[in-house]
């Protein structure tokens, strides 16, 4: 009895060291997932407070400043809120992400006040779109493309990409006044691409 006795105390002496490593092990990995969780929240709290401030335009005199924009009640892309201004879709990419971001503005005058993207229109392809953020930091943008859509249109295209790379797309209204819907019959979306620096 007494030689088991002895032969069990020395079974858990062997494998204590053994045990003491697999427990050090488990707790290195769970500090190693705590810190990495914690930086990378870190890391996306700092991207939240980084947004988009100023938009240029310089082909068409734009220079304007840049508001936070949802998604009014009847489902559509809301604007700006001063129509000096432009607004950022915030539930879309960031500008400068992969993906397309996407900006809209008001056309037309209102109290004697031109919109923003009033002259949209007269953007050309290979113009300069420049988008300044909260850090100061310029992200410039290539138009690419240029396309009108009825209000009604699938608007997938602006809003989503697959290619990998990253746009900022451009909308505004166009074409006559509808009366009857208050609202004008088209949709001029500027297309941009990030440009690439070598």
Known sequence: M?????MKINITTKKSPVIISIIGLIFFLIFFLYTTTQKKVLADEVLQTIV????KIESIGVDALVESVGIKPSGEMDTPKLIENVGWFNLGVYPGEIGSAVIDGHYGWINNKSAA???????KIGDIVTIKNSNNVITTFIVSNIKKYNPLDNSAAV???????SHLNLITCGGTWDTENKNYRERLVIF???????
């Open 159 to 165: 809003f989503t990409s697959n290619d990998g790379k």
């Open 192 to 198: 941009t691409d990030k440009e690439i620096k070598e």
């Open 52 to 55: 988009p401030m100023h938009l």
């Open 117 to 123: 993207f009033d002259n949209l229109y007269k953007v």
């Open 2 to 6: 007494k030689f088991l006795k002895h």
